[in-house]
């Protein structure tokens, strides 16, 4: 009898703890999403000679975008990974 409780104890473990992976695989995959999104958005910006476009201020876009999708994503972002996590979640 304790031996199952055991067995069962460590399941429910595994199985939040995969839950955990699939959610942060989920925001990582939004993070991803967006930094594409905001990239995209700031080549669309027309030059207009108040921004810099060196190979440094790209750089330093580059690493804020990615940065501020970090951020974004963990903090709900736009809600696709509240939604992956969903859809995914009960698939084996």
Not at 18 to 46: H, N, P, W
């Given at each position: 009898m304790i031996k199952d409780i055991t067995q069962a104890s460590v399941s429910v473990d595994n199985q939040?703890?995969?839950q955990e992976k699939l959610k942060k695989t989920c925001q990582d995959f939004e993070s991803i999403f967006l930094t594409y999104m905001l990239k995209t958005m700031r080549a669309g910006?027309?030059?207009s000679g108040l921004?810099?476009?060196s190979h440094e201020s790209n750089m330093i876009y580059?690493?804020?975008d990615e940065k501020l999708s970090e951020e974004m994503a963990g903090n709900g972002g736009m809600g696709l990974a509240n939604m992956l996590f969903e859809q995914l979640k009960d698939r084996k």
């Amino acid at each position: 009898m304790i031996k199952d409780i055991t067995q069962a104890s460590v399941s429910v473990d595994n199985q939040k703890t995969s839950q955990e992976k699939l959610k942060k695989t989920c925001q990582d995959f939004e993070s991803i999403f967006l930094t594409y999104m905001l990239k995209t958005m700031r080549a669309g910006v027309t030059e207009s000679g108040l921004t810099d476009k060196s190979h440094e201020s790209n750089m330093i876009y580059a690493m804020y975008d990615e940065k501020l999708s970090e951020e974004m994503a963990g903090n709900g972002g736009m809600g696709l990974a509240n939604m992956l996590f969903e859809q995914l979640k009960d698939r084996k």
